[in-house]
């Protein structure tokens, strides 16, 4: 039985592409791009005039000024724009979106099938907003896996994906999917979320590395969105945390702990944890603690902003007792993060997006940010290279540099004057295929123009090959200009 439902999301994802087909593969291409302003992600200092070299899939150089393209080479003309690397969001739920009607009817009449259908929409909407990477933190099932090989494979367009699958809790805790339901009440597709006691905990961790999670996600405190459980109270114990930590590192594995109350926090810190997500209850002992681990806080303002909107309005599209505690939580969630970032906290971008915020409106937490005190280049830091430190994928993603994955977005003005810019993406590049281009979100490069000349491109998401570029000029250049 448990082989069974664990296949669910393959065969909703062959369904998918009996449907629609799969894109055709990606090709090697050559690229040099004009950066009229680049922010590199790797410092604050904006630079202006200069040249991006990408080959295949990867950055080949950066360069100052605007060099000339070499035989074969692609122009990208980005010189009224605003360059800067992919944007990362280190919290997501890509296989969850809000229901229409009532949230407990649809956990009981959907199952890991639909969610694995609808993740592919939220896959695509997020990439196109400039978010090539991202950390999903809980899905049913596999689904998540299932969803990361199929971008991978080519098969369907989304972001590089980190997964952790079900996180793991106590019997009654905020990961515990039976939580105000009648006794007796549950699904195949619910296994794997409920631990109690350190062996458990260890075997969990273990075979969600077997299965295919990246890192592993703990929930020592209770939630907001979930019935009947307190976010102030510690739920796990401290042995069953530092379990958790210590099976996850053993196999090279990050943690994440969702963590509300200061109790759960700290010794979730204490554990050994990489991050913090919320932090809401935090106090200055809580905060020093943090900074002196080296723990990450995983702010997620706008869940907590869109939390507090849907119970102002529509309390009756969240669980039972979830509106009240919005209310009570929320403004604390939001209050924290600029205590956290003048206390000196290590701040990852991460927006919780699950439905309470419509995924591809990841951008919207830059402006929380800097209206709970951050920069917009420490907001920006923090979707870009503190997001890669926190994924331990430093050395491919998160700045503009040679050898590093060729993803690049593009804004028209300036986010460093105006941080909504990157809530107005105007191209995604990911792993050197370009995925949109224009105002429209659906927009894909479909021509490149060199002269008087027009040469088509390829479908969306698709490399083009060096004979579709040549018999263009005497240097075979061809010319993109937004």
């Not at 604050?44 to 005039?49: A, L, T």
């Not at 200055?284 to 681990?293: F, V």
Request: aromatic content about 4%; charged content about 20%; some cysteine.
């Amino acid at each position: 039985m448990v082989s069974t439902y664990r296949m669910r999301p393959l065969f909703a994802a062959a369904i998918f592409f009996a449907l629609v087909g799969p894109l055709s593969p990606a090709v090697a291409a050559d690229y040099v791009i004009y950066a009229g302003t680049l922010l590199d992600g790797a410092s604050d200092r904006p630079q202006h005039e200069v040249s991006i070299a990408v080959h295949g899939d990867r950055i080949l150089s950066v360069k100052p000024g605007y060099i000339q393209a070499t035989n074969g080479q692609t122009v990208i003309d980005l010189k009224e724009f605003t360059v800067l690397p992919g944007l990362i969001d280190t919290h997501v739920h890509i296989t969850s979106g809000l229901p229409k009607g009532d949230p407990v009817a649809y956990r009981l009449t959907h199952n890991s099938l639909d969610i694995a259908l609808a993740s592919v929409r939220s896959a695509r909407a997020t990439l196109l907003a400039g978010f090539t990477t991202i950390r999903n933190l809980g899905a049913p099932a596999g689904t998540d896996v299932a969803l990361k090989r199929a971008i991978e494979e080519g098969s369907i367009i989304g972001p590089r994906m980190w997964v952790s699958m079900e996180p793991l809790g106590p019997s009654g805790g905020h990961s515990d999917p039976s939580n105000g339901l009648a006794s007796g009440l549950t699904s195949d597709d619910w296994g794997g979320a409920v631990v109690d006691g350190a062996d458990e905990v260890i075997k969990e961790v273990r075979r969600h590395h077997k299965l295919g999670a990246d890192l592993i996600k703990i929930m020592p405190s209770g939630g907001v969105t979930t019935i009947g459980d307190d976010p102030n109270n510690q739920t796990m114990t401290e042995a069953e945390m530092a379990a958790a930590v210590g099976a996850a590192h053993a196999l090279g594995m990050k943690v994440a702990a969702h963590a509300h109350g200061k109790l759960a926090i700290d010794a979730a810190v204490t554990a050994g944890v990489d991050s913090i997500e919320h932090g809401s209850f935090a106090d200055a002992a809580s905060l020093r603690n943090m900074k002196a681990h080296g723990t990450y806080l995983v702010p997620t303002l706008l869940v907590a902003y869109s939390a507090t909107e849907m119970a102002k309005t529509h309390p009756e599209r969240m669980n039972p007792s979830a509106a009240k505690k919005a209310l009570e939580v929320s403004p604390h969630t939001i209050a924290l993060l600029g205590e956290a970032y003048r206390a000196g906290v290590k701040i990852a971008f991460g927006t919780d997006t699950s439905g309470l915020s419509a995924h591809g409106d990841n951008a919207r937490e830059f402006t929380l940010l800097v209206k709970a005190g951050m920069t917009p280049a420490a907001a920006i830091a923090a979707a870009t290279r503190n997001a890669a430190d926190l994924l331990g994928a430093s050395n491919m993603i998160g700045a503009v540099r040679p050898g590093f994955f060729a993803d690049l977005i593009a804004v028209k003005g300036d986010p460093l004057a105006d941080v909504t810019e990157l809530e107005r993406i105007r191209f995604v590049m990911k792993g050197g295929v370009v995925y949109k281009s224009g105002q429209a979100a659906s927009r894909c490069v479909q021509e490149v123009r060199f002269e008087s000349q027009i040469v088509k491109m390829p479908p969306c998401g698709v490399r083009p090959t060096n004979a579709s570029k040549g018999k263009v000029g005497k240097d075979s250049t061809c010319v993109s200009s937004l």
